[in-house]
């Protein structure tokens, strides 16, 4: 079984500044990929960044980085220069092989408030 | 827009009524799923469709929830006999098979209140 752990239910961060959003997760698939996702209060999931298992390198998408240490079984979502528009949920995500399907295993999310 | 859509966005219902929601999927997908989230929480998987075909679907799915893809293009979620605890965020999110990065984009949601 997937599971994916979201230590943080709530974040604040000054704008333009950096911040870390914790992600841990657990699976025995050795093929697997993470996900984050933001959630305004519309609902809309919106993806932002992707890092496959096999991945050397962590990814990057303009302002987000993934911080993949697999050793230690964590993906941390790092947001350079905060901006008020970040304010939202976000949520850590899994993607394994169960059955047919790839299907997603989200964390509890994290709500992130950019302070002006 | 060429994203996925999902009608409606909001639905009130009475307890013991009927439901259904369409999710139109981004064209060149031919993978679609189906999550509930409740508040507070992630996503929660609920049902996977491979073109029309149901592939899967988790032990969440009660005998009251179906799901449709009749012609692997839209789907539909019915709820019968919709219950309390069936107030949720259904959201649908499609995908097109790319091995290890297959991202999954969701829709808008459909949030449901049962009075």
């Known amino acids: 079984a997937q599971k994916i752990t979201q230590t943080q239910p709530g974040m604040f961060v000054q704008e333009k500044e950096a911040v870390t959003l914790d992600c841990t997760y657990d699976?025995?698939?050795?093929?697997?990929?993470l996900f984050w996702y933001k959630q305004p209060s519309s609902g809309e999931m919106i993806f932002l960044i992707y890092?496959?298992?096999?991945?050397?390198q962590n990814a990057t998408e303009g302002r987000y980085s993934l911080n993949f240490q697999k050793a230690r079984k964590s993906a941390n979502l790092v947001i350079s220069a905060s901006q008020l528009g970040d304010s939202a949920m976000y949520f850590c995500?899994?993607?394994?092989?169960?059955?047919?399907?790839?299907?997603?295993?989200f964390g509890s999310g994290t709500q992130l408030t950019v302070l002006p | 827009d060429t994203g996925v859509s999902q009608d409606p966005r909001h639905k009130i219902t009475k307890r013991g009524q009927n439901v259904t929601f369409r999710c139109d999927p981004i064209?060149?997908?031919?993978?679609l799923y189906w999550y509930r989230q409740t508040l507070g929480q992630g996503p929660e998987f609920l049902t996977y469709?491979?073109?029309?075909?149901?592939?899967?679907k988790s032990r969440l799915l009660s005998n009251r929830f179906s799901a449709e893809r009749p012609k692997g293009s839209f789907s539909t979620l019915e709820i019968q006999r919709t219950e309390q605890g069936d107030s949720a965020m259904y959201l649908c999110?499609?995908?097109?098979?790319?091995?290890?990065?297959?991202?999954?984009?969701f829709g808008p949601g459909t949030r449901l209140l049962v009075l």
């Open positions: 064209s060149e997908h031919n993978r």
């Open positions: 890092q496959g298992s096999y991945d050397q």
């Open positions: 999110a499609s995908s097109a098979p790319a091995g290890g990065q297959e991202t999954q984009y």
């Open positions: 995500a899994m993607s394994a092989l169960q059955g047919s399907a790839r299907q997603l295993t």
């Open positions: 469709f491979q073109n029309e075909a149901q592939l899967e």
């Open positions: 699976t025995s698939d050795p093929s697997y990929g």
